[in-house]
C-alpha cells in the first residue's frame, strides 16, 4: 500500500475547512444580540461548541502543514543523498 503523506495532509487541511466553515455559518446564524448576552434567553452552550470546533480545525490545519513540512524536509534529503 501506497500512503502519500501530501495527500493525506491536503485532505485534513481540506476537512479542517469544512469544520470551519460549518462552525462559522453555526455562530453566524445564533440569536445572538449585543444586549441578550447577558439575558435568560443566552445559553452559553450554544456558541461554545463552535468556537471549539473552530479551534480543532486551527491544530488539524496546523498539524496538516507540519506532515508536509516533513515529507517535504523527508524528500529533500533522499534528493541530497542520491545526488
Known amino acids: 500500500m501506497n500512503i502519500n503523506p501530501t495527500q493525506s495532509a491536503l485532505s485534513m487541511i481540506g476537512n479542517a475547512q469544512f469544520k470551519a466553515d460549518q462552525a462559522a455559518q453555526q455562530i453566524a ?43 517535504s524536509n523527508m524528500l529533500g534529503s533522499l534528493l541530497d543523498i542520491r545526488v
Request: charged share 25%.
Open 29 to 71: 446564524t445564533l440569536p445572538v444580540q449585543a444586549d441578550e448576552v447577558g439575558s435568560p434567553n443566552f445559553n452559553s452552550q450554544d456558541l461554545m461548541k463552535p468556537i471549539i470546533s473552530l479551534k480543532e480545525a486551527e491544530l488539524e490545519t496546523s498539524a496538516a502543514v507540519k506532515v508536509i513540512q516533513a515529507d
